[in-house]
């Protein structure tokens, strides 16, 4: 794809905005209709997405940013338009996204959103040798400006949004579209842009996937591998329970209760002790008790079993093979200033390790490449 020369963007200028495309969102099936046609001439077009994770169980999209280089939008996915015209448009064009999995994953459930071409400045800034590569550290290091996070953690679906919010939301694309020309500078001159692109559509196939939550295993939460038995059975239990709480109240789960106090619930649970929380209605204090009860009083073949690590204990020619391309591996990291576990995580090399022909569905062609595969 031939990529189309950029007009001059600077992100100290002042944007001119568009007749009904105001400093509010773009809300009217008119609206949409404008920023279409704005967007029309571009190759490229920096997004990013807003939702409510933070406030409810059922996240949705609330707010979709574009930036041109004439401008900084904001589009209100709320607002009873149908967006499939502004989708088709932004999948023609070559997308700049900061950290794309999530945002890809979002538009794909919200507009059925399947973009021909990602451009990621976290691989981009990865792949130069970056260590700090958060939008907020890449906007700082190369335009010198430190943005505000007080809307990090805001409630996208409430109307109408704060101008604070509003200004967070815009900077949140502002950049992009010259971040992206820097790095991919940068790029060309460490000669790695072609691994880019390949670590780029690796990560937008990715996101097409639909993730299966496995039941036997996403009640283990980080530190629940530290408990066995009983205690195991009743943390498992919990932890459906609280989800069950969630999807009835619309609500995130850590809202109910949070992971360190599953845990701890556990444990004490196990020795005759039942944590009373006052927040709870009568009617969830109830089914709370009731489910610590019933997991106490499950049979010792019921209780979940020891999770361990899935194949076959490694052979002694699996280890030497693993540590000849961990020593590869960390070889070029050195040489390329780059982490080695974004050439290989240990996990990926141990899969190969084990079996081959797994290689080409984990790496993509550079990093398979540097692990002399």
Not at 5 to 32: A, M, R, W, Y
Not at 252 to 259: K, Q, T, V
Request: proline share 4%; hydrophobic share 40%; with cysteine.
């Amino acid at each position: 794809m031939t990529k189309q020369e950029l007009p001059k963007f600077s992100p100290h200028s002042e944007f001119v905005n568009h007749s009904s495309l105001d400093d509010g969102l773009i809300s009217t099936p008119e609206q949409v209709g404008e920023l279409i046609f704005h967007i029309d001439p571009y190759g490229r077009v920096a997004i990013d997405t807003e939702a409510d994770s933070l406030h409810c169980y059922r996240e949705k999209l609330c707010l979709l940013q574009v930036s041109l280089p004439e401008g900084d939008f904001l589009v209100d996915p709320l607002a009873e338009n149908d967006l499939g015209a502004l989708a088709d448009t932004l999948a023609r064009k070559e997308i700049i996204l900061h950290g794309a999995d999530y945002d890809l994953r979002l538009l794909r459930r919200a507009l059925d959103f399947r973009p021909t071409r990602v451009f990621d400045t976290v691989i981009a800034a990865r792949l130069l040798g970056g260590r700090e590569f958060s939008y907020a550290a890449l906007v700082e290091k190369y335009f010198g400006i430190a943005l505000a996070k007080g809307s990090q953690k805001a409630n996208w679906a409430l109307r109408p949004l704060s101008e604070k919010m509003k200004e967070y939301a815009r900077n949140d694309t502002h950049y992009l579209l010259e971040l992206a020309e820097k790095l991919e500078k940068q790029l060309i001159e460490y000669d790695r842009v072609e691994w880019f692109w390949q670590s780029c559509d690796r990560a937008m196939v990715l996101a097409a996937i639909d993730r299966e939550r496995d039941i036997e295993e996403v009640w283990r939460i980080r530190g629940s591998g530290l408990i066995r038995g009983r205690e195991a059975a009743v943390l498992r239990a919990l932890w459906y329970w609280r989800d069950s709480e969630a999807q009835r109240f619309d609500r995130p789960s850590f809202h109910i209760l949070r992971n360190d106090q599953l845990l701890e619930i556990a444990r004490a649970a196990v020795r005759g002790e039942t944590p009373q929380f006052r927040h709870f209605s009568e009617r969830r204090a109830r089914d709370f008790r009731a489910t610590i009860e019933e997991a106490l009083s499950l049979k010792e073949e019921e209780w979940p079993e020891t999770r361990r690590r899935l194949g076959e204990r490694p052979t002694r020619e699996m280890e030497r093979a693993a540590e000849a391309m961990r020593k590869r591996r960390d070889q070029a990291a050195h040489e390329m200033n780059m982490e080695p576990s974004f050439i290989a995580p240990r996990a990926t090399i141990d899969a190969i390790a084990a079996d081959k022909t797994c290689a080409d569905q984990l790496l993509v062609p550079w990093q398979r490449s540097l692990l002399g595969l």
